[in-house]
T-cell receptor, first 116, second 119 residues
Framework: EAQVTQNPRYLITVTGKKLTVTCSQN?????MSWYRQDPGLGLRQIYY???????DKGDVPEGYKVSRKEKRNFPLILESPSPNQTSLYFC???????????????FGQGTRLTVV | AQTVTQSQPEMSVQEAETVTLSCTYD???????LFWYKQPPSRQMILVIR??????QNATENRFSVNFQKAAKSFSLKISDSQLGDAAMYFC????????????????FGQGTILTVHP
């Protein structure tokens, strides 16, 4: 079954304590990205990756890091979380733009992060 | 940069009736993709329907159809014969097909519309 797997689904942490949210996809997609969802703002892109070892900033990258050492995995790292990073996070994967007509993005289950 | 606007924070419909969710977008590109995603209480993002801008024909998927007005930059979603399971947050999204640039591969989302279905 084609899927994007995110873990954990829920996370409560304290300010400044480093955390990692994992994301893995089994569709051999080259393009992966992270979004955060906030009320009234929809989803906004944090970082994206075009391929292994190729990443770039999205619209709201401050306070986040990513890495892409393997094609299937794209973890999101918060090295010093702050309360304004409390949000719902989604990982997504898809074909690269221009790679085909099917540009649908497949989303993980979401991670509800609370920073206190 | 592209923007997507959903001007209806909340909508409601009676079961078996029809409802239309509005979406407008702003872009200087001539070719692009538009999507409607459904987010039920489970939080899962589910693709409802997709439209390629170069296609004049409106996309349909069973009870879901779109009214794509390219000149007006409008992309509304019509849900016919509404069911209780349609209750969810609905997001309109834009994606550029360009293989480069600052918007590379990004989905730009609207603010979302919460749909309530009354029995």
């Amino acid at each position: 079954e084609a899927q994007v797997t995110q873990n954990p689904r829920y996370l409560i942490t304290v300010t400044g304590k480093k955390l990692t949210v994992t994301c893995s996809q089994n569709m051999n997609h080259e393009y992966m990205s992270w979004y955060r969802q906030d009320p009234g703002l929809g989803l906004r892109q944090i970082y994206y990756s075009m391929n292994v070892e190729v990443t770039d900033k999205g619209d709201v990258p401050e306070g986040y890091k990513v890495s892409r050492k393997e094609k299937r995995n794209f973890p999101l790292i918060l090295e010093s979380p702050s309360p304004n990073q409390t949000s719902l996070y989604f990982c997504a994967s898809s074909l690269r733009p221009g790679q085909g007509l099917n540009t649908e993005a497949f989303f993980g289950q979401g991670t509800r992060l609370t920073v206190v | 940069a592209q923007t997507v606007t959903q001007s209806q924070p909340e909508m409601s419909v009676q079961e078996a009736e029809t409802v239309t969710l509005s979406c407008t977008y702003d872009t200087s590109e001539s070719d692009y993709y538009l999507f409607w995603y459904k987010q039920p209480p489970s939080r899962q993002m589910i693709l409802v329907i997709r439209q390629e801008a170069y296609k004049q024909q409106n996309a349909t998927e069973n009870r879901f159809s779109v009214n794509f007005q390219k000149a007006a930059k409008s992309f509304s979603l019509k849900i016919s014969d509404s069911q209780l399971g349609d209750a969810a947050m609905y997001f309109c999204a834009y994606r550029s097909p360009r293989a480069g640039g600052t918007s590379y591969g990004k989905l730009t989302f609207g603010q979302g519309t919460i749909l309530t279905v009354h029995p």
